[in-house]
């Protein structure tokens, strides 16, 4: 299985909705911003998908976290299950924001016409790459009375492949994260993943239910119950006979929320 790495996530961005901006899985749960206006992040250095630095952005207050990640300490998710239309003011329904990993391969985004644009041209070295990007929760997420994820997916890639996976507590690095119980350390704990098929210029509305069978590390099955967030990565292959292989992409993701 392709191997998916989990990151320190910096170089946030609030969408209008959350201060952010301090090395960790999100931002600081008492943290209020200056509401309404969209935040700014950059992107940190590193490898692997694990990396450091950003800057801070602006935006609304962040309601309570949840310390430690645990179950009982979850809100749980809207009844209606809509976590993300990028709608409005960011459409972030859920409270939290967007940010990418990869250090220099990080994919950049912009939201716009009701979307989330990833695009990425990278090329990897003698090792792959593993970038992507995060659609992060200020708490834990009790989703439990859910089957899964759905979101429409569209546009284009070519030299790598595209894997899913949602985040929860028992995968996120407690260092990193205030919400993760993983104690296995940065680089180490990520989340069980699925691949997605490649997107086109015709909408695909992908469903993907809980990952149940154990996978990511530490391995064991996704618990709803605490989920953190949303996953989408690049693998990029290694380059071989001392040529580059070169990630291009440009993917739009929209409607994104829970399904019975």
């Known amino acids: ?17 959350a201060t952010v901006g301090s090395a960790g899985c999100s931002s ?104 992507g990007t995060v659609l992060y929760f200020n708490t834990c997420i009790d989703a439990s009375a859910f089957t899964g994820i759905q979101f429409d997916l569209s546009g284009s890639t070519t030299g790598c492949t595209i894997q899913y996976s949602a985040n929860d507590a028992p995968h996120d690095d407690m260092t990193s994260d205030p919400k993760g119980t993983c104690t296995l350390g940065a680089g180490m704990c990520y989340s069980p993943q699925a691949a997605i098929a490649a997107p086109t210029s015709t909408v695909m509305t992908i469903m ?24 989408w990565q690049f693998t990029i292959p290694a380059a071989t006979d001392g040529g580059a292989n070169v990630c291009m992409a440009d993917m739009k993701i929209t409607n994104v929320k829970f399904y019975k």
């Not at 299985?1 to 909705?17: E, H, N, Q, W």
């Open 28 to 131: 600081s749960s008492s943290t209020t911003g200056t509401g309404g206006s969209t935040g700014t992040g950059g992107v940190g250095t590193g490898t692997g998908g694990s990396h450091t630095g950003g800057s801070t952005g602006t935006g609304g207050s962040a309601t309570g976290g949840a310390a430690g990640g645990t179950a009982a300490a979850c809100p749980a998710a809207p009844t209606n299950g809509l976590i993300a239309d990028f709608m409005g003011d960011a459409g972030i329904e859920i409270m939290g924001g967007v940010t990418t990993y990869g250090g220099t391969g990080a994919p950049t985004f912009t939201i716009a016409d009701n979307a989330v644009t990833v695009m990425e041209n990278f090329a990897s070295g003698a090792s792959p790459d593993y970038v």
């Open 1 to 17: 299985m392709t191997d998916i790495r989990k990151l320190a996530f910096v170089g946030l961005m609030s969408l209008g909705l």
């Open 208 to 231: 993907q239910p809980w990952i149940a069978t154990a996978g990511g590390s530490p391995s064991q099955v996704l618990d709803p119950k605490q989920l953190t967030g949303i996953q």
